[in-house]
């Protein structure tokens, strides 16, 4: 039961403390709850008469009961699970151990049902002895609230739960947009554009690398271009992308160019038209990928196709596939050969017609058994020639699997052993043949028989398995040892799951070589086939390592780089210090601009290579980006020999580096900061070493400089911004612009959001660089009431049925007296108070929730709508749209941002929107820049949106160009 409730019963029940024994209830249904509802009743222990009041006898469903009822019948009432506690309740209030006995317990009514009730008894007259004679009761249904209680649990499960789920969806989402970076940089994929009136094309950086040429910004002109391609393929490319032009239609086309060192490259092209304000054709954009391995890839397997069809008509033996439910599928050309059947005749079923009748049941009950019980084929049954003979027939069949152990066909082979069963020497014949056939596989192949003895091993094998012949007739426990010995295991594995087929990867003695070991067999021996597929394990090992590592340099990347500082600072002492070094190489601009990136790249890579080697395990080093490391130390004596170990840096980078030829002399300037492990915040500890940096590539370059918190570059900004900003208002420089908001349904015009704009005699300065200055030194106050003032001054004059809104900064919200702003904003201009939205983001729950709170109240008394805006972006905690019920909620433009073309959906904004309109808050998408983005917001059912593709913000007259245009609302 909630405390509100049992409050109100208590004041209900008060007056029960000051009753006084009576002779019959008459004057305690008079004292009691007054008509209430509240069921009262009455013992007395002398006599045991208990009697109750209407509205108790109601609770239950009766009209009227006996006079005298006993304790066991009242207790019998009592839900059995219940009834020990109401005991020992009211024992312990008798024995004066409570001053009144209240409890919570189910009660039988009179249709058999039970009803939650709170029952409060206080003891009214005792006996000398201290013993009670006579008591007084309440009893209240508290059925419904108890539901309600039950169901308000279920939905905060429920709505925790949703956040949890937001929050995996997110970090999910982080993962993949990294996995998708990196597949970028590995597929070879570059980027180019053709501008018509300038008739020429840009590569971006890849492009040039795809060619092997330095990239460079300079245009290529057409007949730079033209060198690039294959003579033979040029003037049909050409067609292609002209043809574009015409039909402005994206097209792709494949073509071959020429590598810097002479090689062909073939290349898959996307291109489509860009067209200009004018609709002319402005320019031709793509994308390239180096497809020249694909190519390779398909030559080896139409080849490697080639000699299996080759192999497979020139084989003895027969292959044949079948469906799971037993359907033959295909059959190799010697079983026609053979038969005399066609395809038509044998498939599905009919080759059962090629066997001599006698041994048809035979050979279907042998091919249902694998069926029905999963396992190898092997049988032999006799098949009737084209010639008019009969031979002898061996086929064996296993299943392929899926990853969940479904069959997803068999694959079969029909032996010609005819002369197996008329002679020994055409068997041994045979097998030899089989041998060879084995032996020449890029396979290893060994078969054991069912003692564990090798009767089979080829020279793959054996290299695999590193053995030196002979081997057959071996132990598999003398072969199958040291590294190999997990081989064996499986060997037995396989022996005791009724043959059933065993595939697995296993790394051999051989250093970083991993095999896919496939076991089958029959009755009488096991097959070892075994394929090498270490390249598959070493592009996942180079996958893992760029996941973790800058590709250029070998150091590490920036995310495993601050989570190994992170690890380190878990695991060191509480008096150790973390301390970060910044570097940046001097001059190492002109370095790729007079001798191009290639050597940049170079001395990148020996820089690195020497902080590494002078680290050592002291540390983790970092290529930030560019021409910029970062160095991380935890230690005990990190601070102590910070100055030995910066000098150690400048010795090793100071020494001369050659790079083909070319001799560089490089300086570095470093900036340093560090704390201790205890109060150490890594992010801010990093922004403070940059900061440093920054400070000593101006006053110290080629040397280094320790983070004071008086670095003047700060500071002399903000008193600049801070100065300045005082007497923007005077001097009239702050001006306010209009960003329309329209209906999404039909982008009608529904009100206008006010932009704060500075117009410094210098040029424009962002609100991103002169509002958290405003904030900070509280120039906000001023500047925000003139912002609230001017805007509805502005919609007084606009149609009376569009909104403003006015953003009110979290800093202003604090220090000024919001309220009184808002009214003398609203009674100078004369706007009604409906028409104005105060806009303001969650940080203004967050601290001082409960009194902020209030403050919005009052907001919301004037008759002002308030509105959350970037919803999503911050702590977006749902329990403030349960503290405060704001009329509007504002979806920040990060979440469309990610819809860039038609289909594509954003999980975490359709979620925001679900439980947005289950609440019935209307919303407003912000930052709608393209058709594609509209229509999602459109079809997620958004009450209104505002961006660039509907309007930009300008003045007055602008805004009302939109309503005459568009209508208003």
């Not at 309440?138 to 539901?147: C, F, G, I, M, Y």
């Not at 570059?190 to 590569?203: E, P, T, V």
């Not at 994206?250 to 073509?255: D, I, Q, R, T």
């Not at 008394?861 to 019920?885: A, N, P, Q």
Request: hydrophobic share 40%; glycine share 6%; net charge negative.
């Amino acid at each position: 039961m909630s405390i509100s409730l049992k409050y109100a019963l208590h004041r209900k029940l008060a007056v029960l403390d000051d009753i006084k024994p009576a002779d019959d209830l008459s004057d305690i249904w008079a004292l009691a709850l007054n008509g209430s509802g509240v069921g009262v009743w009455d013992r007395n222990v002398v006599t045991g008469e208990i009697r109750y009041s209407q509205a108790w006898l109601a609770i239950i469903g009766e009209t009227a009961a006996a006079s005298t009822v006993d304790m066991d019948v009242a207790y019998s009432r009592v839900h059995p699970d219940d009834l020990d506690r109401v005991k020992a309740a009211m024992n312990a209030h008798f024995d004066q151990h409570t001053h009144v006995y209240e409890i919570e317990h189910r009660l039988r009514t009179k249709n058999g049902d039970y009803k939650w009730v709170l029952s409060r008894v206080r003891v009214i007259a005792w006996d000398k002895n201290g013993k009670p004679e006579r008591f007084v009761g309440t009893t209240t249904d508290v059925t419904p609230l108890r539901a309600l209680s039950e169901k308000l649990s279920e939905e905060r499960h429920l709505a925790v739960r949703k956040s949890e789920e937001l929050t995996a969806l997110t970090m999910e989402l982080a993962e993949r947009s990294q996995a998708l970076q990196i597949a970028h940089r590995l597929a070879r994929i570059g980027g180019w554009r053709w501008d018509i009136g300038r008739r020429g094309l840009r590569f971006s950086p890849e492009m040039w690398v795809l060619f092997g040429r330095s990239a460079t910004d300079e245009w290529v002109s057409y007949e730079q271009m033209r060198a690039f391609y294959h003579p033979d393929d040029y003037q049909r490319t050409m067609e292609i992308f002209y043809s574009i032009l015409k039909t402005r239609k994206p097209s792709v086309v494949e073509y071959r160019m020429y590598h810097q060192n002479g090689s062909i490259l073939n290349i898959l092209t996307y291109a489509e038209a860009v067209q200009a304000e004018d609709g002319s054709v402005s320019e031709v954009r793509g994308t390239s990928q180096d497809i020249t391995p694909f190519r390779k890839i398909e030559a080896a397997l139409y080849d490697s196709e080639d000699h299996y069809r080759n192999m497979v008509e020139l084989h003895p033996q027969i292959p044949w596939t079948a469906a799971p439910d037993g359907q033959v599928l295909e059959a190799g050309p010697k079983w026609y050969e053979l038969t005399g059947l066609t395809p038509a005749s044998t498939l599905p079923f009919g080759w059962i017609d090629a066997v001599v009748p006698e041994d048809r049941e035979r050979a279907m009950a042998a091919w249902n058994r694998s069926l029905n019980e999963l396992v190898p084929l092997d049988n032999e049954f006799r098949i009737m020639r084209r010639d008019g003979g009969v031979g002898w027939f061996r086929t064996r069949a296993v299943p392929r699997r899926n990853a969940s152990g479904a069959v997803i066909r068999w694959y079969g082979m029909l032996d010609d052993v005819t002369d197996r069963h008329t002679a020994e020497d055409a068997r041994r014949a045979y097998e030899g043949l089989a041998l060879r056939v084995l032996e020449t596989t890029s396979d290893g192949v060994v078969v054991f028989n069912r003692g564990d003895r090798v009767t089979f091993a080829n020279s793959k094998a054996l290299s695999f398995l590193q053995l030196a012949e002979p081997v057959i007739g071996a132990r598999a426990t003398d072969v199958l040892t040291g590294k190999n010995r997990p081989l064996y295991d499986y060997l037995q594995r396989y022996k005791h799951t009724q043959a059933q087929p065993i595939d697995f990867e296993f790394e051999t003695t051989s250093e970083d070589v991993w095999l896919d070991v496939k076991m089958s067999g029959g009755e009488s021996d096991v097959a070892m086939f075994m394929r090498d597929v270490s390249e598959n394990h070493r592009v996942k090992k180079q996958e893992l390592y760029a996941a973790r590592h800058d590709l250029l340099t070998g150091t590490l990347n920036r995310a495993a780089f601050f989570a190994e500082i992170a690890a380190s600072m878990r695991n060191s002492g509480i008096d150790h210090i973390v301390q970060f070094l910044c570097l940046n190489i001097d001059y190492f601009k002109e370095i790729n601009n007079q001798h191009g990136h290639q050597t940049g790249d170079a001395v990148l890579r020996v820089i690195a290579s020497r902080l590494m080697i002078l680290l050592g395990d002291d540390g983790f080093i970092c290529r930030l980006g560019g021409d910029e490391f970062i160095i991380g130390r935890v230690g005990d004596n990190a601070a102590a020999s910070v100055d030995d170990f910066v000098a150690s840096i400048f010795s090793c980078i100071s020494n001369l580096i050659e790079i083909e030829s070319k001799v560089f002399s490089i300086s570095v300037s470093m900036g340093i900061a560090e704390d201790d492990v205890l109060n150490a915040n890594i992010d801010r500890i990093y922004a403070q070493a940059d900061l440093a940096l920054s400070e000593a590539k101006k006053y110290a370059k080629g040397g280094y400089l320790w983070f004071r918190p008086e670095m003047e570059t700060r500071l002399k900004y903000f008193k600049t911004i801070h100065n300045d900003l005082r007497l923007a208002l005077e001097r009239h420089e702050l001006k306010l612009v209009f960003q329309p908001i329209f209906r999404a349904s039909d982008g009608v015009l529904a009100g206008a959001e006010a932009l704060l704009r500075w117009h410094h005699p210098k040029g424009s300065i962002s609100p991103a660089e002169f509002i958290p200055v405003a904030e900070e030194s509280g120039l906000i106050c001023d500047i925000g009431a003139w912002v609230l003032e001017t805007a509805c001054e502005a919609a007084k004059h606009w149609p009376s049925a569009l909104p403003v809104s006015v953003n009110v900064s979290v800093r202003q919200f604090e220090l000024s007296d919001i309220c009184s702003v808002v009214r003398r904003a609203l009674s100078r201009s004369g706007l009604a108070p409906h028409r104005l939205k105060l806009e303001m983001t969650e940080s203004v729950l967050i601290g001082r929730e409960a009194y902020n709170i209030q403050r919005l109240e009052a907001l919301r008394e004037i008759g002002v709508k308030i509105v959350l805006d970037d919803f999503g972006t911050g702590y977006s905690s749902l329990s403030y749209l349960e503290s405060f019920r704001f009329d509007f909620i504002k979806i920040d433009k990060s979440f469309v941002a990610k819809i860039n073309g038609p289909g594509e959906k954003h999980p975490v904004l359709e979620a925001i929107v679900a439980m947005t309109s289950a609440m019935d808050l209307p919303t407003t998408v912000e930052g709608v820049e393209t058709e594609p983005q509209l229509a999602y917001i459109r079809d997620l059912g958004c009450d209104y949106v505002q961006g660039f593709l509907l309007g930009r913000p300008g003045d007055v007259e602008a805004l009302l160009g939109h309503a005459a245009r568009t209508g208003y609302c």
